[in-house]
């Protein structure tokens, strides 16, 4: 990936991601959708530099050819990004929530549990939806 590519798959998964935490903050919690989208917001600011530099050493490893990618590599990359994710956001809720650190981490627990499926999901078929329109693009 090119680093604009990197750029922008990386801000469309911010969004998507923060158009589903808000939606499910007002439909299933009594929180200000507008305070969880500004936690939400900073918390993706976060995770879209992890996601610049993990993607990147990730690709080193494994290789450009997202497509041939199995399941297998498909949930390890998504394992692997949100247990370094957690070093960085942890702090961060307990200091905004003024929780101990047990709560947190079950909080946390739960939001990296969506976002490993939703990062699983989300990078299938970003590859998928890709290579399509490149192919597009390259037939005309």
Same mark, same amino acid.
Do not use: C
């Given at each position: 990936?090119?680093?604009?590519? #990197?750029?922008?798959?990386?801000?469309?998964?911010?969004?998507?991601?923060?158009?589903?935490?808000?939606?499910?903050?007002?439909?299933?919690?009594?929180?200000?959708?507008?305070?969880?989208?500004?936690?939400?917001?900073?918390?993706?600011?976060?995770?879209?530099?992890?996601?610049?530099?993990?993607?990147?050493?990730?690709?080193?490893?494994?290789?450009?050819? #997202?497509?041939?990618?199995?399941?297998?590599? #498909?949930?390890?990359?998504?394992?692997?990004?949100?247990?370094?994710?957690?070093?960085?956001?942890?702090?961060?809720?307990?200091?905004?929530?003024?929780?101990?650190?047990?709560?947190?981490?079950?909080?946390?627990?739960?939001?990296?549990?969506?976002?490993?499926?939703?990062?699983?999901?989300?990078?299938?078929?970003?590859?998928?939806?890709?290579?399509?329109?490149?192919?597009?693009?390259?037939?005309?």
């Amino acid at each position: 990936m090119t680093t604009k590519e #990197r750029i922008l798959h990386s801000v469309l998964f911010e969004i998507f991601a923060l158009v589903i935490i808000m939606a499910g903050a007002s439909l299933f919690t009594n929180h200000n959708p507008a305070a969880v989208g500004g936690m939400g917001l900073v918390m993706s600011l976060i995770a879209m530099a992890w996601n610049y530099i993990y993607n990147l050493g990730f690709d080193k490893v494994f290789g450009n050819d #997202r497509l041939s990618r199995k399941m297998g590599t #498909r949930i390890a990359h998504g394992i692997g990004f949100e247990f370094g994710l957690i070093f960085a956001t942890i702090p961060l809720l307990m200091w905004v929530l003024q929780k101990d650190f047990w709560t947190v981490l079950i909080l946390d627990i739960g939001i990296v549990l969506f976002f490993l499926v939703y990062s699983i999901l989300y990078n299938l078929a970003y590859d998928h939806i890709k290579a399509k329109w490149f192919n597009k693009m390259v037939a005309a």
